[in-house]
Antibody
Framework: QLQLQESGPGLVKPSETLSLTCNVS??????????WGWIRQPPGKGLEWIGS???????FDNPSLKGRVTISIDMSKNQFSLRLRSVTAADTAVYYC???????????????WGQGTLVTVSS | EIVLTQSPATLSLSPGERATLSCRAS??????LAWYQQRPGQAPRLLIY???NRATGIPARFSGSGSGTDFTLTISSLEPEDFAVYYC?????????FGGGTKVEIK
């Protein structure tokens, strides 16, 4: 059974880099043909897509985050990671990792989700 | 960027009633739309993909319809566990966006 688990610091200082890892079990990233992604949800607000990565290394990120996003895959550890640079209080949110499915040339949906981890940006 | 607008923001209904949720896209997304349910304190769960296909394990009381710019999620008879927030989502040119959500609350 596929399981995703986010991990990383729960508190990050303003202007620093937020780093999270998503550990995948029940599926091998190196043999999978799926996309993997990150989504966040500020407290009491809606969902925002951060970015996605294909097992072959292609990445896509939300332009609203102004190039601050890096997503990478570590196949040896069966995990993928998020780095968000120059954070501010506006980046405080629950961060989810997910595996996408039903992807085509015009569609891709978040089928399996991690439980989410709260990251607070504060000095 | 394609903007998804959900209405109403809040829907107050009783168990057993029918819920009808709307999602409108700022331009045509054909049938490439998904619906998610998020219960308090939980991650979202995929309900419907490609506008009308139920994801694995989703009860038949959930159905999706629509194409182009107007989409509907219908819950035929609300169960207690269906009171939650629902989001729609699309992907266009590798920019994925969500609607603002509709909260279905107990009347």
């Amino acid at each position: 059974q596929l399981q995703l688990q986010e991990s990383g610091p729960g508190l990050v200082k303003p202007s620093e880099t937020l780093s999270l890892t998503c550990n995948v079990s029940g599926d091998s990233i190196s043999s999978s043909t799926h996309y993997w992604g990150w989504i966040r949800q500020p407290p009491g607000k809606g969902l925002e897509w951060i970015g996605s990565i294909f097992y072959g290394g292609s990445t896509f990120d939300n332009p609203s985050l102004k190039g601050r996003v890096t997503i990478s895959i570590d196949m040896s550890k069966n995990q993928f990671s998020l780095r968000l640079r120059s954070v501010t209080a506006a980046d405080t949110a629950v961060y989810y990792c997910a595996r996408l499915a039903y992807c085509s040339s015009s569609s891709c949906y978040f089928h399996h989700w991690g439980q989410g981890t709260l990251v607070t940006v504060s000095s | 960027e394609i903007v998804l607008t959900q209405s109403p923001a809040t829907l107050s209904l009783s168990p057993g009633e029918r819920a009808t949720l709307s999602c409108r896209a700022s331009q045509s997304i054909y049938s490439y739309l998904a619906w998610y349910q998020q219960r308090p304190g939980q991650a979202p769960r995929l309900l419907i993909y490609d506008a009308s296909n139920r994801a694995t394990g989703i009860p038949a009381r959930f159905s999706g319809s629509g194409s182009g710019t107007d989409f509907t999620l219908t819950i035929s008879s609300l169960e207690p566990e269906d009171f939650a927030v629902y989001y729609c989502q699309q992907r266009s040119n590798w920019l994925l966006t969500f609607g603002g959500g509709t909260k279905v609350e107990i009347k």
